[in-house]
């Protein structure tokens, strides 16, 4: 199924909008690819994410930080869900905002692991992993300075059916502005 323009086009003005809201601050930018899973039927992901500066969570050694992704998960033709609706055969888009939370001081051994959520929106179809137009992102991850590593999980946590979601391995590469 082919993309709507109007969806996409929607998607990244409401993507650009709050990339420029806090330009201001301190942000991160990068790029991210890898391989995203339904079941165990593999396919390639693309993200582009930036993450602001971040703020203190009280006093405590929490921090959070804005943080902003767009994504693209290649579709997969799987014999047994040919048939189906949804298929996989969808190219899928997301566009997600959020929080990345990181612990403990700039020093500490542990502070570049990071745990993420982001509340995200579909375009270019439906799939038996990404079966709605809302979707939650879950990400775990490691990032020292220009590199990082993740676990991603999208999925719309059950509210509709299928809810198969798409679990991805990533590499980022990226740098501060």
Do not use: C
């Amino acid at each position: 199924m082919r993309s709507s323009r109007l969806a996409l086009g929607a998607l990244a003005a409401l993507s650009l909008a709050a990339v420029t809201v806090p330009a201001a601050a301190q942000t991160h930018l990068e790029i991210q690819g890898g391989r995203s899973y339904m079941n165990s039927y593999g396919t390639n992901a693309f993200f582009a994410e930036a993450v602001f500066a971040p703020e203190a969570m009280g006093q405590s050694r929490f921090t959070w930080s804005p943080d902003v992704s767009i994504g693209y998960i290649k579709g997969r033709d799987i014999g047994k869900y040919r048939n189906a609706d949804p298929g996989t055969t969808d190219d899928i888009w997301v566009g997600a905002l959020g929080a990345r939370f990181h612990y403990g001081s700039a020093g500490d051994w542990y502070q570049p692991f990071f745990f993420s959520f982001q509340v995200a929106g579909t375009a270019g179809g439906r799939t038996q992993a990404l079966s709605s137009g809302y979707e939650f992102v879950s990400t775990l991850g490691w990032q020292y300075k220009n590199v990082s590593f993740q676990v991603r999980h999208i999925s719309n946590g059950s509210f509709q059916e299928p809810n198969r979601g798409e679990t991805m391995a990533l590499v980022g590469f990226g740098f501060d502005i």
